[in-house]
């Protein structure tokens, strides 16, 4: 089993402690290790860290290698920028392809929590055994709301039970529904929220590049010909004109031979400073870190500095994040308008401040 | 005519700017000037500097010399610790009396604001008369709202025109009144705000302590006879014993001869950030200072620090004040309650931050 880890996202709503340099999934934001770090520890039980790819920016590569010292150098593949997970993806199995194409590929997000660690290997280990039947599997999450943010996966047909987890055909991938799609789907009982956990065989990925995305299945190849995706210049002119495009669009909504193993491992994607508080409360039972004194202060994050003593008086279900050069103060139900201010910033050039 | 300046208070409700260290007096909280300086400013149309005399604490001698480096050093006297108004008064009136006891004596506060300045000196010119005919005179603020926070001064029969303002004698002052009780005397027309302006002869105030503050007297005697107040060695031990009052209830309340001179000179307190922030706008047409990025922001009063940028999602009627050290999040109409963190702090010991 190989292990391909999607570093490459931005993280833009946990401004102001994410930032260009610095993005989510290299941050401690819950705990000791960075979400990279947690990422690997999970998998570690399943592969040896030689059998780890991380693909992330070109940028990331040395913050990458500190973090990650047991995975060799050569396993860290530098994007020259972002195209979207099915490039990302593409580039990952290229890598694994020479050694053994009949191996399994699992593909995990860096910047996700993930509570159950075993529930998800055994899950992990379940979707190998059908991935071996030339399945391309994936994790789907048993929603607890009807999120609009997310993609969905219905299911159709059993497939029977592996490792003792229940799997199913898929029906179809849908892309973020509005509310009344979302509340139709949870209550139907046929969805899975799309969290980006894949599980398939090297082999079998790269036939259905080759057979849905062709033309980024022959830019790949230039890639290979070329030195190899571990090899920077290799991506040449090449990189430049590829498509940005998921895999959930290139590939999942198109194949054949789909499967979904339907989990509760305790996932969240962390994507705002409210889910964080959310994990936070939950986790360690409290929500404030830094020095804080409050006064009729309730659910209400506060992420400081530790240099400099946060004084709150009044605030329910707030945020305060405290950074060394920024602070961001809005109600917890705003935590999406985060992103605003990135792009307000953006606008203004403060680059410094990205 | 001599102006006493008081410049002994803590400014609280102003932290985190105000400090111990450096007290809301001492700060250019709305403008270039500190508010001490504005203090003296404002007077100096009136009288020389050399007629200028500061109260304030021993430990803020050297902040007032710097911040008023024209008022002669020997004028500025530096209580051991803070008595309260009657004492500091009589310490001014002391350093006053060997040079003209027939002198008028005006009394300010060193963190009010007055945006009339002329009129506010035309009204003390008025007082000045009234004054010498043996009058303790006080400014009248004329109310714009049942204010629960100020003490109050009923009128009784008119005494005249003065420089163009009608005097009263005083019918009582009275203390911070409950709410319902401040309406009626608002709706009455009968009441001002007692601002703590005084005007009086220098000999007039001292046989009012004589006969109202005998024992102060005394004891004020014997500082005199040490050397004096501008000598710090003078306040020996007799300080520790005096005790603790306001002029107000020491000897406004109990004197005959007291008069009003109701006044509308744009008097504010500035006694907390809910007021500065009124202030801020209406003076400087906004609230914001330092770097401020806001989505759906309004009414909220941005006080930075400008090394740091401040982003602001979803707040109406708010403080975000941030200082080097500390940082403080609340609803404007929950400003009174930043005593409450100083309050916390002082408890925690962390005089690092007081």
Same mark, same amino acid.
């Given at each position: 089993?190989?292990?391909?880890?999607?570093?490459?996202?931005?993280?833009?709503?946990?401004?102001?402690?994410?930032?260009?340099?610095?993005?989510?999934?290299?941050?401690?934001l819950l705990g000791?290790?960075?979400?990279? +770090?947690?990422?690997?520890?999970?998998?570690?039980?399943?592969?040896?860290?030689?059998?780890?790819?991380?693909?992330?920016?070109?940028?990331?590569?040395?913050?990458?290698?500190?973090?990650?010292?047991?995975?060799?150098?050569?396993?860290?593949?530098?994007?020259?920028?972002?195209?979207?997970?099915?490039?990302?993806?593409?580039?990952?199995?290229?890598?694994?392809?020479?050694?053994?194409?009949?191996?399994?590929?699992?593909?995990?997000?860096?910047?996700?929590q993930i509570r159950k660690?075993?529930?998800?290997?055994?899950?992990?280990?379940?979707?190998?055994?059908?991935?071996?039947?030339?399945?391309?599997?994936?994790?789907?999450? +048993?929603?607890t709301?009807?999120?609009?943010?997310?993609?969905?996966?219905?299911?159709?047909?059993?497939?029977?039970?592996?490792?003792?987890?229940?799997?199913?055909?898929?029906?179809?991938?849908?892309?973020?529904?509005?509310?009344?799609?979302?509340?139709?789907?949870? +209550?139907?009982? +046929?969805?899975?929220?799309?969290?980006?956990?894949?599980?398939?065989?090297?082999?079998?990925?790269?036939?259905?590049?080759?057979?849905?995305?062709?033309?980024?299945?022959?830019?790949?190849?230039?890639?290979?010909?070329?030195?190899?995706?571990?090899?920077?210049?290799?991506?040449?002119?090449?990189?430049?004109?590829?498509?940005?495009?998921?895999?959930?669009?290139?590939?999942?909504?198109?194949?054949?031979?789909?499967?979904?193993?339907?989990?509760?491992i305790g996932w969240s994607?962390v994507?705002?400073?409210d889910s964080l508080a959310e994990l936070a409360a939950e986790d360690q039972g409290q929500l404030v870190?830094?020095?804080?004194?409050?006064?009729?202060?309730?659910n209400?994050l506060?992420?400081?500095?530790?240099?400099?003593?946060?004084?709150?008086?009044?605030?329910?279900?707030?945020?305060?994040?405290?950074?060394?050069?920024?602070?961001?103060?809005?109600?917890r139900?705003?935590?999406?308008?985060?992103?605003?201010?990135?792009?307000?910033?953006?606008?203004?050039?403060?680059?410094?401040?990205?």
């Open positions: 089993m190989y292990a391909l880890i999607m570093a490459g996202g931005t993280g833009t709503r946990l401004w102001p402690r994410s930032r260009v340099a610095t993005p989510k999934q290299f941050l401690p000791q290790r960075t979400m990279l +770090q947690e990422t690997a520890d999970r998998i570690l039980p399943l592969v040896r860290p030689e059998q780890i790819i991380v693909v992330t920016g070109q940028r990331y590569i040395d913050l990458v290698a500190e973090q990650l010292p047991d995975v060799p150098r050569e396993q860290l593949i530098g994007e020259p920028s972002g195209r979207g997970s099915a490039p990302a993806i593409g580039l990952g199995a290229l890598a694994m392809l020479p050694h053994e194409p009949q191996a399994t590929m699992v593909v995990l997000s860096s910047d996700h660690a075993d529930v998800f290997r055994a899950a992990l280990q379940a979707a190998e055994e059908l991935a071996q039947q030339g399945y391309l599997v994936t994790l789907g999450i +048993q929603p709301e009807p999120q609009t943010g997310y993609g969905y996966i219905q299911r159709r047909a059993p497939l029977g039970q592996f490792n003792g987890f229940a799997a199913y055909e898929v029906e179809r991938f849908v892309e973020k529904p509005q509310r009344a799609t979302a509340e139709a789907y949870v +209550q139907s009982g +046929q969805y899975s929220w799309n969290a980006g956990i894949f599980v398939w065989r090297v082999d079998t990925i790269m036939a259905a590049f080759a057979e849905h995305l062709p033309q980024l299945h022959e830019e790949l190849g230039a890639i290979e010909r070329a030195g190899g995706p571990s090899n920077p210049a290799a991506f040449g002119a090449v990189w430049d004109g590829i498509e940005n495009i998921t895999i959930d669009y290139g590939i999942m909504e198109r194949a054949r031979r789909i499967a979904v193993i339907p989990v509760d994607d994507g705002d400073w870190q830094g020095q804080h004194v409050g006064i009729d202060t309730a209400t506060i992420y400081g500095n530790s240099d400099r003593l946060i004084a709150t008086i009044g605030l329910d279900n707030f945020l305060v994040v405290d950074t060394g050069d920024a602070l961001l103060v809005a109600p139900d705003r935590a999406q308008d985060v992103k605003r201010i990135v792009d307000e910033l953006k606008r203004q050039g403060r680059t410094d401040l990205l």
